[in-house]
């Protein structure tokens, strides 16, 4: 299966506020029965593309064991400044030996104007 397409590159043209919404299917999957404390989650990431300098990060949102249709939505500050921008929705944590597996990803940015 090939890999689903998890991010949105850009240049604005203006600072503004980035209203980004994902909605997605996820499943948290490999062999470990018990997740520990580190419990697999989805955020969304903002990156400058020049450097790869992360600029902001959404806050965490838990996963599910079952596959199980989601909606992420969160919003950030965006500079003009900060040239060409990449949204990425992504997983983090999970004991070893797990993976965060997603399908059917439909990710929206919007830049409101100041």
Known sequence: MANP???VSFTPP???TLICTASFSVQQTGTSSDWGA????THMRLTRDSDS???QIGPDQPCTRTRAAQ???TTFACSASDGAQTVRVEGAGGAPG???NYWDI???VELIKR
């Open 53 to 55: 300098a992360q600029l």
């Open 106 to 108: 439909t990710l929206t």
């Open 5 to 7: 397409i998890n991010s």
């Open 38 to 41: 580190d419990d697999p989650r």
């Open 71 to 73: 909606i992420y939505r």
């Open 98 to 100: 797990t993976a965060i």
């Open 14 to 16: 203006a600072d503004g």
